[in-house]
Structure formats: structure tokens, C-alpha cells
């Protein structure tokens, strides 16, 4: 049965099928405009190796546009390069590059206007303005592509992979690189961000804009401006991350706004300077995550209430967390913090003094900036130990009644 | 002056302080690294060691030193010598003295870590160029302080005073200031202090190249444009050796006026 599925396959494949156009530079077909223009609904349009000088190529029917050697789309700095009206688009292996910069339109190298279920992977996009960028468009993948730019200012740039109201899309395993944000979501639901490396964007690795039920599970977000900015958005799921080296005067691995109802997992957050920028955050759990010799684990702003942390592993930061206020209703329970000094008499792993995550001296930095001079000054030493002992400026109620005695993994 | 020199700094590499002073660092740097297993976080550890103890220790050895010498250096003084000389010499044998100490009893068990293969190893030496640099400031200082004090206690008194002044006292001054006048721009004034304590310079000086630079930048650009540069790096051991010069200066006028 399977010699003649096989052999089936193969006959196909020879077959000069009805449904493809094949586009080359001595085919009959010469452009890939031209090749859209006569191709009918759901066909295939194959193009060859080669480059192809074109732009505003304008999709308004369901095709599949496949790359057989990875041909180059070149759009010489002019307008959008692909521009999808329809559903059901794949567009594969392409090479895209050159993309027009423009101040007062979003130019992009494939432009999604109201097309579902789109599929768009093994690309590479180069020089770009824009991405990928998708509007109102519901339930497509973006798979494995590569996108990059040499954004050098934030308002001569764009971003990477950008969705505005969209619903149900999957974006997977593609690679982002100098551009502004490496993905932007603005006001888009129920969608998965998966396998991700966005890398050397001068804003953020990944944005979230007002977008609700999202997770991202397995990025890795490298230096960056800020590695994740999650802002008015609700019932996030971020796990398996990793932020490394977001470090600079104004960074942040993971930085927090008017959240609510996230789940934050497992992630490693290792040298940024600041590695959770926490703003108006309720309800949000942080549970297994490492941080690791950060300037700043957490830091809180104010207006944060009901979060847990627990069974976290806070190594060698700077400060392990910081708040402005003398307020404090989070719960910080079951972490480790290798700065505890504690001691654990019954051998349970559980250190029996509990252990005050807030030093007096990140009290004193978050008020006066300038004081930060003054990090590992004998002085301040003496100043945090009084301190400990009976805590005046920093909330008292805030406290890891059970720090644990080892790192845990898991 | 170097036969002076010679005779100080042999008396006291035999004498056992030099000894417990260098195993001292030997066990510190032996415990740091086989506790840590990294060297950088050993250099980090090390750093709070080095800013705080190399001032203390050589304030007390240098008051100490100049005291119970003080016969030797009578009967110097009755030798047809001259008074710097034999100031200057006392002076930098304790320091070189106590400086070497150092930089063997860390260095040894560094370089026995594979330090030379280390990303560390500028690091290190910018750590131990600033021990050495705080160990002939506080030598100096103690000097100072002995040759106006004959009374011991009060010498004494004066050369931890002045040690609790500059690493702990001063400080508390600064960041008291710091948050009096924290509605006004304070960069510059914060970069001005900084330079009248050798403690904190050094203490700076060795964070920023600890890739520290990065939280203190945070504050404003001015202190990663000045420390962070060649500039910033020069300026800093600039004031250093001011710091150094100045209180040999010190020394030497007083010698030349002292009654014995």
C-alpha cells in the first residue's frame, strides 16, 4: 500500500500540475506580481532562485507563494513590500529585504490587512522597517523566520513582528535583531508567543500592549533595551523565558505595568540591571524563577498587591528586592536568598530566622538615586545590619518567614 | 635613605606581625576561592576586604611601628644624617613592608587558581594597585600623626579616629548631604567627594570595573562618562598618587621642624 502512496507522490510531483505558476528569470512568468495577477484562488506560485526587484505586491486571493531557493525579494527602501488582503496565505522561504523607512506610515516587508489564517515561515527578513506586521487578522502561524534591522534611534525604526488586533496566532521559533521591538502585541488575545530569540533591539525583546490570555513559554530575550515589557494587559502566562544581559542605564529584564492575573514560571533572569520592573501589578504569581546576579531582582513601585513569590532563587544581586514604600501587601515565602545569614537548627532546609529581602540601602537609592555611589561602603553595611535588627524605613510585614537553605531546582 | 629603608623593612619582614599579616591574606584568599569557586565573585568579596582593612591595618602598624622604633630613630638622629632620610626611610620600609604582604598573600593563592588564564586578572591587579596605593596613604597618615603626637595614647587615638573618619564617618557625612540636598543636581558634587576620600575613590574605582558601572549609571551619565572611561581610570589614580604625595610632603616638613 505505502510502494503505491509513494508512487502516487511521485507521479504527482512530476505532473505539470494544474494550480502552480512557476516564476524565474527565464520562465514564461518573470515577476512575482505578474504570476499573483493570473494565478486563480488556492493556487501554488513557486519562485526560483534569483532576485526580484518589486514592490506593494498586493495578494487579494488565497495562494500559497513557496520559495525553491531561497529567492530574494528585493524592495529597493520603497513602500510595503507584500501586502496580504486575503485568507489563507502561506508565504515561505523567502528572502525579503530592503524595506522603505517612512515617518508617517508603517511600511512593512509582508503587510497582513484582514487575513486569517495565515501562515508565514522560513523567511528571512532584512533591513527591514516593519517586519511582519499583522492587522485584524485571526488565527495564523508565524514560523521560524528571521527578522532584522540596523534600527540605530526608536523613531527611525520599527518593529520586528508586530500584530495589532488580532486573535489566535501562533508565533514560534523566529529569530529577532536590531530592530525596535522584536515582537509588539497590541490588543491581541488568546495567541502564543513559543521558542523565540529576540536579541540586540534597541526598545524591547517582546512588547504586550493592552493584549489579554497570551502566554510566551521558551524565548530568550538578550540584550536588549528592556527584554519583556508586559503593559495593561491581563491573564499573561510567561514561563520557561530566559533574559540575559538587558543591561544598561535604563534596562529591565522583565518590566511590569498595570498587570493582572499573570503567571510568571521557571524563568531565568540572569545580569540585567533591573531584572523584574514591577508598576501596578495585582494578583501576579512568581513561582520557580532564578535571579541571578542582577542589579536589582525585583523592584517594586508601588501600587502592587496580592502577589506571591515563592520558591524563587534570588544569587548574587546587587538587591535582592526594592520597594518605595513602607507598604506591603505581597507575599514573599519559601525562596532562597544567598544573601540569608540564618541558620537552620532542625535540618529541615528551611532557615529558622526568617530573613528581610529589603535593605535599608535600596530604601535610600530608591529615594535619592545618587546614593548608589555609596554600594558597598562600610557604612552602608553598618546601616543595613542596624536595620535588620529593627526595621524602621522598610515594611516591616516584609518578610520570608521560611527562606530556604539551599537553591532548589526544578 | 635606602640603607634606612633596608634596616626598617628587614626589622620588619622578621618581626611576626609581617607574618600574621601576610598569612592573614594568604587564608583569605585560600578560603574566598575555595568557597566561591569563581574567581570574580572571590575579586568581588575581596574588594569589601581590601577597602576597609589595608586603611585600618596600615594605620595601626604605621602609628605602632613609629612608636616603638622611636629609640632607633634617636639614635639615628644623632648620625650625620639627614632627618628626611631617615623619616622617608622608616616610612616606606613599613609600607613596602606591608604592601608586599598583600600582594603575596593574595597573590599567591590567585595565582595558584589559574588567576593568568582568568578574564579577572586586570581586575585583580586594579585591586591590589589600590590596597597597595590606601596602604602608603594610611602609612603616611599614621606618620603624620606620630611625629605630632609624642604622647601614645593620644597618637593612637588619633590614627583610629582618623581611620573610622574616612571609612565610616565620612560616608555618613556624604549620604546624609546626599539626601538633605537631593532636590538639587548632585553629580558633580557626588564626583567632587568621592575624590576627597581614598577609601571611596578606590572602593569606586573597583566597582566600575567590576561591571557595576551600569547601576551607577543609572543616576545620571556622568558618572559612566568619567569613571568609566581612560579618562576617569587616569584621573582616579592621579588623585591616588595626590593622595600619597601630599601627606610624604607632610612628613617631611614636620621631620625638619621636629624638636626630639
Known amino acids: ?410 | 635613605m635606602i640603607k634606612v629603608l633596608q634596616y626598617s623593612f628587614y626589622d620588619l619582614i622578621r618581626s611576626r606581625w609581617s607574618y600574621v599579616y601576610f598569612l592573614f591574606y594568604l587564608v583569605l584568599g585560600f578560603a574566598l576561592l575555595f568557597l566561591n569557586n569563581s574567581i570574580s565573585k572571590a575579586v568581588i568579596t575581596l574588594m569589601n576586604v581590601i577597602v576597609v582593612l589595608t586603611p585600618m591595618i596600615g594605620t595601626i602598624f604605621g602609628i605602632m611601628y613609629y612608636y616603638s622604633s622611636r629609640e632607633f630613630t634617636e639614635l639615628l638622629l644623632a648620625q650625620p644624617l639627614r632627618r628626611r632620610t631617615i623619616f622617608l626611610g622608616q616610612y616606606l620600609g613599613v609600607a613596602l613592608s606591608l604592601t608586599l604582604s598583600l600582594v603575596f598573600g593574595l597573590g599567591l593563592p590567585f595565582a595558584f587558581y589559574g588567576l593568568g588564564q582568568s578574564a579577572e586578572m586586570g581586575n585583580f591587579a586594579l585591586l591590589l594597585l589600590s590596597g597597595a596605593f590606601l596602604t602608603f596613604i594610611f602609612v603616611a597618615l599614621a606618620f603624620i600623626i606620630g611625629l605630632r603626637n609624642d604622647n601614645r595614647i593620644k597618637g593612637f587615638s588619633y590614627a583610629i579616629l582618623i581611620w573610622l573618619l574616612l571609612a565610616v564617618i565620612y560616608d555618613g557625612i556624604f549620604l546624609i548631604s546626599l539626601i538633605i540636598f537631593e532636590d538639587y543636581p548632585l553629580d558633580k558634587f557626588t564626583l567632587i567627594a568621592t575624590m576627597f576620600n581614598p577609601i571611596d575613590l578606590s572602593r569606586i574605582l573597583i566597582l566600575l570595573k567590576l561591571d557595576i558601572s551600569a547601576l551607577l549609571g543609572y543616576t545620571g551619565a556622568i558618572f559612566q562618562k568619567f569613571f568609566g572611561t581612560q579618562t576617569g581610570l587616569f584621573t582616579s589614580l592621579g588623585v591616588l598618587i595626590v593622595w600619597t604625595l601630599v601627606p610624604v610632603y607632610f612628613i617631611v616638613r614636620l621631620a625638619r621642624k621636629k624638636d626630639f
Open chain 1, 1 to 410: 500500500m505505502q510502494r503505491y502512496l509513494g508512487l502516487l507522490g511521485l507521479l504527482l510531483l512530476n505532473l505539470p500540475l494544474w494550480g502552480q505558476i512557476r516564476v524565474c528569470a527565464d520562465c514564461e512568468i518573470k515577476t512575482i506580481r505578474e504570476a499573483v495577477a493570473l494565478a486563480q484562488p488556492h493556487d501554488t506560485i513557486f519562485v526560483q532562485t534569483g532576485v526580484y526587484q518589486e514592490n506593494t505586491i498586493i495578494i487579494n486571493k488565497p495562494l500559497v507563494l513557496l520559495g525553491q531557493g531561497q529567492p530574494v525579494i528585493d524592495g529597493n527602501h520603497n513602500g510595503n513590500l507584500i501586502e496580504i488582503k486575503a485568507d489563507s496565505v502561506e508565504i515561505a522561504a523567502f528572502t525579503i529585504r530592503n524595506v522603505g523607512v517612512s515617518y508617517t506610515k508603517d511600511l512593512a516587508a509582508i503587510l497582513l490587512t484582514k487575513a486569517d489564517h495565515f501562515y508565514i515561515h522560513d523567511n528571512r527578513l532584512e533591513k527591514v522597517f516593519f517586519g511582519i506586521l499583522v492587522e485584524k487578522s485571526h488565527h495564523g502561524r508565524i514560523v521560524n523566520n528571521v527578522v532584522s534591522s540596523e534600527a540605530e534611534e526608536e523613531f527611525t525604526s520599527g518593529n520586528g513582528i508586530h500584530l495589532w488586533s488580532c486573535r489566535d496566532v501562533l508565533i514560534k521559533g523566529n529569530e529577532l535583531f536590531g530592530l525596535r521591538d522584536g515582537i509588539y502585541l497590541e490588543f491581541v488575545e488568546q495567541s502564543t508567543i513559543i521558542d523565540n530569540h529576540s536579541h540586540d533591539n534597541i526598545r524591547y525583546g517582546l512588547h504586550f500592549m493592552f493584549s489579554n490570555h497570551d502566554n510566551y513559554y521558551d524565548n530568550t530575550f538578550e540584550r536588549n533595551g528592556a527584554g519583556v515589557a508586559v503593559m495593561f494587559s491581563k491573564f499573561i502566562n510567561m514561563k520557561r523565558n530566559r533574559f540575559y544581559k538587558n543591561w544598561g542605564t535604563a534596562s529591565f529584564g522583565l518590566l511590569l505595568k498595570e498587570i493582572y492575573d499573570a503567571e510568571i514560571e521557571n524563568n531565568v533572569f540572569e545580569e540585567n540591571t533591573i531584572a523584574i520592573n514591577i508598576e501596578g501589578s495585582t494578583r501576579v504569581n512568581y513561582f520557580h524563577n532564578d535571579l541571578i546576579r542582577n542589579g536589582w531582582a525585583v523592584k517594586v513601585a508601588g501600587g502592587c498587591y496580592a502577589n506571591i513569590f515563592e520558591n524563587n532563587n534570588f544569587i548574587d544581586n546587587s538587591f535582592d528586592v526594592s520597594y518605595n514604600t513602607k507598604m506591603n501587601d505581597n507575599r514573599f515565602l519559601g525562596n532562597y536568598w544567598s544573601s540569608y545569614t540564618g541558620y537552620d537548627l532542625n535540618r529541615d532546609g528551611i532557615g529558622d530566622v526568617p530573613y528581610r529581602p529589603v535593605k535599608l540601602f535600596s530604601y535610600i537609592v530608591g529615594r535619592t538615586p545618587e546614593t548608589i555611589i555609596l554600594l558597598r561602603s562600610l557604612f552602608i553595611d553598618i546601616l543595613n545590619f542596624s536595620e535588620k535588627v529593627s526595621p524602621v524605613f522598610t515594611p516591616d510585614n516584609l518578610v520570608d518567614e521560611a527562606p530556604k537553605m539551599k537553591i532548589t531546582h526544578d
